[in-house]
Structure formats: structure tokens, C-alpha cells
Nanobody
């Protein structure tokens, strides 16, 4: 089993930056791909970014490509999402996720955090 806890959300202005963190725990957590999904009010949950356990592959949704950067520190069992040039449409609850690579396809994530709110004002 894997436990995931997100942090770092908040209220910012358009063009600002935030860094989200996700602390992961579990016996085999280092073998899972880690990533992020988000859900805005009235919309379905959507894939944002993922990184595999060997740190050799990354994937991004088209809407965030070039603005967001995903990374992970396997020694500390922590992943990060650096969010730059934030836009009002990035406003959502962001969820940390773990599962098989690629995280956005097939069965998707097997484990989820409870989410952290990101709000971007214009």
C-alpha cells in the first residue's frame, strides 16, 4: 500500500509560480510512477504530469507543457510539481497519484492523495 500527502497549494495571481510537494510512503513506493491530476469545479479529473521511478521518462498534458515541471527525490520519497506562469484556468484541486507507467493511460493511478487547492486570480 502507498500513502500520499500533498502540500503547497494556495492563492496566487496570474503569472505567479507555486511548487507542490507530495510525500509518499510504503514498502515499494519507489517502484511506482508518480504524478499529478487535477479537478476543477464541474469538470472531470484530468491528467497533469507523471514521472517514472527511474527518473528516465516524464509526461505532461498539453495544457501545462512548457510551464510545469515534475520531479522526484527517491531518497526522500517525495515528488514535486513546479508550476510557472500560472493561469486562472489552472485553478483546481491537485491530487498526487501513484501507479504503473504511463500513469495517464490504461488503469491509471492506483493510489491517491486527498488533494491540495490551487487558486489563480486574474
Amino acid at each position: 500500500q502507498v500513502q500520499l500527502v500533498e502540500s503547497g497549494g494556495g492563492l496566487v495571481q496570474a503569472g505567479d509560480a507555486l511548487r507542490l510537494s507530495c510525500a509518499a510512503s510504503g514498502r515499494y513506493v519507489h517502484t511506482y510512477a508518480l504524478g499529478w491530476f487535477r479537478q476543477a469545479p464541474g469538470k472531470d479529473r484530468e491528467f497533469v504530469a507523471a514521472i517514472n521511478w527511474r527518473l528516465s521518462q516524464v509526461a505532461y498534458a498539453d495544457s501545462v507543457k512548457g510551464r510545469f515541471t515534475i520531479s522526484r527525490d527517491n531518497a526522500k520519497n517525495t515528488q514535486f510539481l513546479e508550476m510557472n506562469s500560472l493561469r486562472p484556468e489552472d485553478t483546481a484541486v491537485y491530487y498526487c497519484a501513484a501507479g504503473p507507467w504511463p500513469l495517464r493511460l490504461g488503469r491509471g493511478a492506483d493510489y491517491w492523495g486527498r488533494g491540495t487547492q490551487v487558486t489563480v486570480s486574474s
